[in-house]
């Protein structure tokens, strides 16, 4: 029975994938920054971890607990929405932090295993906002094509192994915490320069009037079909929206 340890399962695609790959039958080590009872249910195939993805010492302490995994499936992530000119680089960092620097520390960490067994997958969660031009989401997409191109270059020095890196591109899906997490807890209003704001309304405007979203299945579907996925392909969209836009591209 193969394993999947999967970062970020508190909620939304994390928590929709860790349950697809439960119900598919393997053993999940579903991490998060703060569990909590009644995420995810119990079984004796899913084992819920702490983890912070920003701290070496959080990540070699779980490598060190859960024994060997076939597939990390790199999900935490920090949303952010905001006019660049207006975002603290405090604000910068910590998205940066985990969205970029997290996906490497926990990629690095498996790899030994991984390469002395010959086989893994390394499945990175990006986003649809590598597919397009959008506004508000300048360091967010920053910090997601810096996970492109690192995915890109890895899955060839991985090849010689037996051993594949693949990313997830998932479309929009609005969650009730959505807003307040992408501002890091705080109003759009305070990321946003008043000679901007106009703009900034009808981008948001836009963004939730769009006719289709990506659900959560989709995306743990998406990433079912990249951790099986032998052919070379590298990116995988998930979600009409993600599709249209990689279509469009």
């Known amino acids: 029975m193969k394993t999947v340890l999967i970062t970020g ?24 920054r703060t569990p909590r009872p009644g995420i995810l249910p119990d079984s004796d195939r899913l084992r819920v971890v702490a983890l912070d993805v920003t701290s070496p010492e959080s990540i070699a302490e779980v490598f060190a607990t859960v024994g060997p995994v076939d597939v990390l499936v790199n999900n935490a992530g920090v949303p952010s929405i905001s006019v660049f000119e207006g975002t603290p680089m405090a ?30 997958v390394v499945v990175n969660v990006t986003s649809s906002v590598v597919l397009g031009h959008m ?44 807003a307040t997490r992408a501002t890091g807890g705080g109003s759009l209003d305070t990321l946003v320069p008043e000679p901007y704001a106009p703009f900034a309304k009808k981008a948001m405007d836009d963004f939730t009037g769009q006719d289709v979203f990506t659900k ?16 070379g392909q590298l990116r995988f969209p998930a979600g009409p929206d993600a599709m249209a836009l990689a279509q469009a591209k």
Request: glycine share 8%; charged share 20%.
């Open 216 to 231: 959560e299945s989709d995306v743990a579907e998406t990433v079912w079909r990249a951790a099986h996925d032998t052919t």
């Open 9 to 32: 399962t508190s909620s939304g695609y994390g928590r929709a994938t860790a349950l697809h790959f439960h119900e598919q039958g393997w053993n999940v080590i579903a991490t998060m």
């Open 135 to 178: 506004p508000l989401s300048a360091v967010y997409k920053a910090s997601k094509l810096a996970v492109e191109g690192f995915t890109s270059s890895l899955s060839l020095e991985l090849a010689p192994f037996g051993v594949y890196a693949k990313t997830v591109e998932p479309g929009a899906c609005l969650t009730t915490n959505f």
């Open 91 to 120: 604000r910068v960092r910590e998205v940066f932090e985990t969205n970029t620097f997290g996906v490497m520390a926990m990629t690095q960490a498996v790899l030994p295993q991984f390469r002395e067994r010959g086989s893994g």
